[in-house]
């Protein structure tokens, strides 16, 4: 399991990945093609925390979340990554994510933060293959300082007979001392446009 958490005032939230019990309960598949002004359909549990809403936006647009504000910029198809070719039938979606800290405190960015789900009519999630930073490439995990931005690169093996629209998601979760961690806000980014080409 791959989690990042940072303490927030009163708080520690924490977002886990799609290998996690409880993570298939959430309803990923967000119908249409459209963005929302803003987080809809959210509720208020009975610890006064945000749950079970959504945003939807496309790439360029700015995504805020109990952590940190994000947008995706560009995405593109590659054969390689980090030295390595993807497998046979098979190609690397590599995502552009800029992310700006402002938990107040530093946080830490995990491969397994973000997913990618494809063939929306029967959700598929992607293959994670790490993140980069920088001039570096593979990374599992990336310490992100209170008020810093940094722009990171999630790779993403999928078949390349995978159907568009692909889809970015992050989902916030609560921790609960002794139960189940509650799933916050979901966030969807539609990739509207691949290698500069528009998808949807």
Known sequence: MKRFSALVIALVLFLITSSCTGMR???????????????????????????????????GDTLSTLLFDFKVTECAFSDIYDSSSAGTGRHYL??????????????????????????????????????????????????????????????????????????????EYYSNEGEDDTPGNSFYVIFDKINGQQTV
């Open 25 to 59: 309960e959430i309803d990923y598949t967000v119908k249409g093609y459209s963005r929302t002004e803003g987080i809809i359909e959210t509720a208020t549990d009975d610890k006064g925390r945000a749950t079970g809403g959504y945003q939807k936006a496309f790439i």
């Open 94 to 171: 590599i995502v552009t994510i800029e992310i700006a800290n402002t938990s107040g405190s530093d946080i830490r960015l995990s491969e397994g933060d973000f997913l990618l789900a494809y063939d929306m009519t029967d959700l598929k999630l992607a293959d994670e293959a790490g993140i980069s930073a920088g001039t570096e490439d593979g990374l599992s995990a990336y310490d992100l300082k209170a008020g810093d931005t940094v722009t990171l690169g999630a790779a993403f093996e999928v078949p390349s007979e995978a159907q568009s629209p692909f889809t970015l998601i992050f989902t």
